[in-house]
């Protein structure tokens, strides 16, 4: 392979344009083309900052060894995100930014260690990510990658949010593309011609609106406005909450929520809340006892298993991560044990079989 299709290589694998690397070596990007075309070849006095650039040997630069370095890359992103799997995110973020040393132009990379950053930031409670939002928006800068930039816009908005920067979190979301412009969208026009892959795309498009249905109902619920009004009155929101369940209820007939389980169970949370509050006893047991359904089917689901209900059947949501308190069975456990709201009906005898239930599900990370 000549040193132009190295650097071409090397270039698309860097995710940053002809320009900006012209730009960086302060030369024409019709030099940098006449490169890659083998019309020309680099000066010797480029090749330090080529090298540079690209967080590689000389060799390397002459093609020696490039295919070895690709494939540490992937390993450590694969070895990172067994890491981050595992719940333990401060080890994950220390396993990202030694890659990152390592490869500082591996823009998967960088994007995994901001995201990692931002599980260990959010909960420490910090309010700083300058250094991640600076990571992800030097990755928007140069990368050109489709995949990786959809991930970091991700990262770079969780970041935002995070960090309370409103007028950045929309600004960001103005800049993103409506609904009705999005691929899954776009499939509601193909009615014919496209078989099984079709259907198969269609489901998981409807495994998504209805999570972010449920999701939706619950956050608009709980809303304030501007002036710290709530957009819903007390019986209102007990209403929308009830037929926010209801909807899953139909959505779901054999009961398999899976990973939806976790907002269900936030949604009886606050049931449970205001019947305490009304001093409606019946009614915070009924909401706890649904609460504690769903935890316990949130921790216990096989992460292999297909949906049976009829919308979804055959698709698998996939898996989750334990945080570092333990599954939800444990938080919930926790909490009933230590909130005094909760003391009307601690003596209950439907109180004592839920906490039966949920000692018997809950975990803490080995």
């Not at 650097?7 to 730009?23: D, F, G, P, S």
């Not at 302060?26 to 090749?47: F, G, K, N, Y």
């Not at 719940?87 to 390592?102: C, E, S, T, V, Y």
């Not at 901001?114 to 990755?139: F, T």
Request: hydrophobic residues 40%; glycine residues 4%.
């Amino acid at each position: 392979m000549s040193i132009g299709q190295t650097i071409k290589q090397l270039r698309r694998q860097a995710n940053i344009t002809q320009e900006t690397l012209a730009e960086q070596l302060s030369i024409s990007p019709q030099a940098v083309s006449r490169w890659e075309t083998d019309a020309a070849v680099p000066d010797l006095s480029l090749i330090p900052a080529l090298c540079g650039i690209f967080n590689v040997t000389s060799d390397e630069l002459l093609g020696i060894d490039l295919s070895r370095r690709n494939a540490e890359v992937e390993t450590l992103l694969a070895q990172g995100y067994e890491i981050l799997c595992s719940g333990d995110f401060a080890a994950a973020a220390f396993f990202f930014a030694d890659a990152h040393r390592k490869f500082p132009r591996a823009h998967a990379i960088t994007q995994r260690y901001a995201d990692a950053l931002i599980n260990v930031y959010s909960r420490r409670g910090e309010k700083n990510y300058d250094d991640v939002i600076s990571m992800c928006e030097q990755v928007l800068a140069e990368c050109t990658d489709d995949a990786i930039r959809r991930e970091t816009v991700l990262t770079l908005g969780t970041a935002y949010n995070y960090a309370g920067k409103q007028e950045e979190y929309d600004r960001l979301t103005d800049a993103m593309t409506p609904h009705c412009f999005c691929r899954e969208h776009f499939l509601m026009w193909n009615w014919t011609g496209m078989g099984t892959k079709g259907y198969e795309q269609r489901r998981e498009y409807i495994f998504a609106l209805i999570h972010d249905l449920i999701t939706a109902l619950m956050l608009n619920t709980e809303q304030f406005d501007d002036d710290g009004k709530r957009f819903y009155s007390a019986e209102e929101r007990d209403i929308l909450r009830r037929q926010t369940l209801s909807a899953a209820d139909v959505l779901y007939p054999d009961g398999d929520y899976q990973s939806l389980a976790q907002i269900l169970q936030n949604v009886s949370d606050w049931l449970c809340q205001d019947a305490l509050r009304r001093k409606d006893f019946d009614a915070a047991l009924d909401a706890l006892e649904r609460s504690c359904d769903f935890v316990i089917h949130f921790d216990t689901y096989d992460f292999d298993t297909a949906h049976t209900s009829l919308p979804l059947r055959g698709f698998s949501d996939g898996g989750w991560i334990m945080e570092a308190d333990g599954n939800r069975s444990a938080v919930m456990l926790e909490i009933l044990q230590t909130d005094h709201d909760l003391d009307p009906i601690r003596d209950d005898p439907r109180f004592a079989a839920i906490i039966e239930r949920l000692e018997q599900t809950a975990q803490k990370p080995s």
